[in-house]
């Protein structure tokens, strides 16, 4: 098993030992942005500008970053009220326990 610092796991590095990388396109991604929704111009220009530096930099973000930089502005142009955003909190607390408990990354 490789161990490192945390300073010293560089995205490149990390690349190598997990055997990450990039995909671009997803059934499952494909599925979801073909379901049937309205968005005004104002709304698409917005998700534009957001999507941007997520495409460009995301990659290397930490989860403060992505959540100040992509998800709470997205949450607060979508209008979603205090009760909606409560309901997916809880579940991404859910998922990310599942992904901790249950998914471990070994080094290929």
């Excluded at 990039?22 to 111009?41: R, V």
């Amino acid at each position: 098993m490789k161990q490192a610092t945390f300073k010293d796991w560089t995205l490149t590095r990390l690349d190598q030992a997990f055997g990450l990388k990039q995909i671009w396109q997803s059934d499952l991604m494909n599925h979801w942005t073909k379901a049937d929704c309205e968005l005004s111009e104002t709304d698409k220009e917005v998700i534009f500008h957001l999507q941007q530096p997520l495409i460009r930099g995301g990659r290397a973000w930490n989860e403060a970053e992505l959540e100040n930089k992509f998800i709470s502005p997205l949450i607060m142009q979508a209008h979603i009220d205090d009760e909606k955003i409560f309901d997916i909190l809880k579940t991404l607390k859910t998922l990310k326990k599942i992904i901790k408990t249950e998914l471990t990354l070994q080094p290929i």
